[in-house]
């Protein structure tokens, strides 16, 4: 069954479009910095927030929390380990085993 309106349906659909045309205006071009670094900055800038935002809005009206690894110096220090350390979260186990 249709929810929206056709007129509605094609103001949703031009919002994304132009949404994502802002982040890739925003980000670095995937030739400059490759697939898999172009996809760590679309998680840290768009999952993340998104994915966890509401929860942690909800959290933190019960009690004080903090996320290290959702801050933007620990995101940018980060950046600086290679790629084939970070991928599979092969850092998290060779740091714990």
């Known amino acids: ?6 007129e509605y349906l094609i103001q949703m659909y031009n919002g994304a479009i132009s949404e994502i045309r802002n982040i890739f205006n925003e980000l670095p071009e ?4 490759g697939a898999e670094a172009f996809a760590d900055l ?6 993340i927030p998104i994915s966890i935002g509401v929860e ?4 933190d009206q019960t009690v004080v929390s903090f ?3 959702a801050q933007k110096r ?3 220090l980060t950046q600086r380990i290679p790629l084939e350390k970070r991928n ?10």
């Open 67 to 69: 996320m290290p690894f």
């Open 88 to 97: 599979n979260s092969r850092l998290f186990y060779d740091t714990i085993s």
């Open 56 to 59: 942690q809005s909800r959290l």
């Open 30 to 33: 995937i030739k400059e910095i």
């Open 42 to 47: 679309l998680v840290y800038k768009f999952k």
């Open 1 to 6: 069954p249709k929810f929206f309106k056709q």
């Open 74 to 76: 620990i995101f940018e």
